[in-house]
């Protein structure tokens, strides 16, 4: 599809207390970095076939995504479809396992970025190694959050 970013942490959190956080549209503000606002995220736990918008900003840069749950098998693992303008598209895998002192949470995000200028402008922002940073800082907020935050 396009580039990928890959990043994983060990958190000290039983592997459901992770799956609520992460599968919590509105709690993304809390960890994700680039995240700014969601809006039309259904009523109670997200599932196959859920559907919301995101907005996110990096590098000054405003994006905003329409996702769908692809596959959701709580809480385990859980895959992400997106849109965005001018045909951009992202895919998200959230993978949990349980170790010995709590889960190991992999992160996932494949995307492609339209051709022309468009794609161009989105490339200076959105590029493997501007997201595989703010992937790592997303995830060390996670884990933050989850070990020494409010759960």
């Keep these: 599809m396009g580039d990928v970013v890959s990043q994983s942490i060990e958190i000290d959190a039983p592997i459901e207390t992770v799956w609520d956080l992460v599968m919590d549209p509105h709690r993304l503000g809390e960890w994700v970095t680039i995240h700014r606002e969601v809006s039309e995220v259904p009523e109670g736990q997200l599932e196959r076939g859920s559907r919301f918008r995101q907005e996110m900003r990096l590098k000054g840069v405003p994006l905003k995504v329409r996702w769908e749950v692809s596959e959701c098998d709580r809480p385990r693992r859980a895959r992400w479809r997106g849109t965005a303008a001018a045909g951009a598209k992202a895919r998200i895998a959230y993978d949990l396992s349980e170790t010995e002192t709590g889960t190991r949470f992999d992160y996932e995000n494949e995307f492609e970025l339209p051709a022309g200028k468009v794609g161009k402008l989105a490339g200076r922002a959105f ?8 992937a790592e800082r997303s995830l060390a907020r996670l884990k933050e959050l989850l070990e020494n935050g409010d759960r």
């Excluded at 590029?127 to 703010?134: F, I, K, L, T």
């Design 127 to 134: 590029n493997a190694v501007s997201g595989d940073r703010e």
